[in-house]
């Protein structure tokens, strides 16, 4: 059974701190690594995709990949209230059926 | 207006009844997929479509079924619903070109309840 884990938190940081988000992987073989973002009662918004390994920024969000030690973690610099959500990551196996298996997701608090 | 709706947005039904979920998207998108939510346990794919003529179980496929009328149209029916059935359901697409096929997006959802 191929698991991706996370820490269902919540994890409280005050504004403007750096959150970091962290997942685990179980397929060895897994080559593509999605982070959502979803509001509560709402549906799940693609923020990022990270392929290699090492760090991709977009604006206050950073992916980092570590396909060796399977962790996949997503930071959020000068975090805001706004950015309070359950953030899923997502892990595309090595598989060929194009599936995306999701971990139970990390609920963040931003404290004003 | 959204790129992948969903209707109805909210279901309350009773056990027993056949019930169908619809979603339509304007994205383009070939490939289109059925999850369903619930606390702690995440996203869990039901079915997915690459075309209309191609359609594949997920996980949790029991009890479910399908139908993709069209490229735009991928529809979920629950043949005889049972309380834990009750759910948020998420329709789901993404683009067959390389490098984004892997990039997923979601319609607004549908909270069913089966009383």
């Known amino acids: ?32 690594f999605f982070w959502y973002r979803q509001y509560s009662g709402k549906s799940p918004e693609l923020i990022m995709s990270i392929y290699s390994n090492g760090d ?26 706004s950015d309070s959500a359950t953030y899923l990551c ?23 | ?36 939510q619930d606390p702690g346990l995440g996203l869990r794919l039901i079915y997915y479509s690459f075309d209309v003529k191609d359609i594949n179980k997920g996980e949790i496929s029991d ?3 399908v ?6 149209k991928f529809s979920l029916s629950l043949e005889s619903a049972i309380p834990n059935q009750t759910a948020l359901y998420f329709c789901a697409t993404s683009d067959s070109f390389p490098g984004r096929i892997y990039e997923q997006y979601f319609g607004p959802g549908t909270r069913l309840t089966v009383t």
């Not at chain 1, 991709?56 to 805001?80: C, H, M, P, W």
């Not at chain 1, 997502?90 to 004003?112: C, H, M, N, Q």
């Open chain 2, 67 to 72: 139908s993709r009328q069209a490229q735009a």
């Open chain 1, 56 to 81: 991709k920024e977009d604006g206050r969000f950073t992916a980092q990949l570590n396909k060796a030690s399977q962790y996949v973690s997503l930071l959020i610099r000068d975090s805001q209230p």
């Open chain 2, 1 to 36: 207006d959204a790129d992948v709706t969903q209707t109805p947005r909210n279901r309350i039904t009773k056990t027993g009844k056949r019930i169908m979920l619809e979603c339509s998207q304007t994205k383009g998108h070939d490939r289109m997929y059925w999850y369903r």
């Open chain 1, 1 to 32: 059974q191929k698991e991706v884990e996370q820490n269902s938190g919540p994890l409280s940081v005050p504004e403007g701190a750096i959150a970091s988000l962290n997942c685990t992987y179980s397929d060895r073989g897994s080559q593509s």
């Open chain 2, 63 to 65: 009890g479910y079924s």
């Open chain 1, 90 to 112: 997502a892990v595309k196996g090595e598989d060929s059926s194009y599936k995306l298996i999701f971990g139970s997701g990390t609920r963040l608090l931003v404290r004003p």
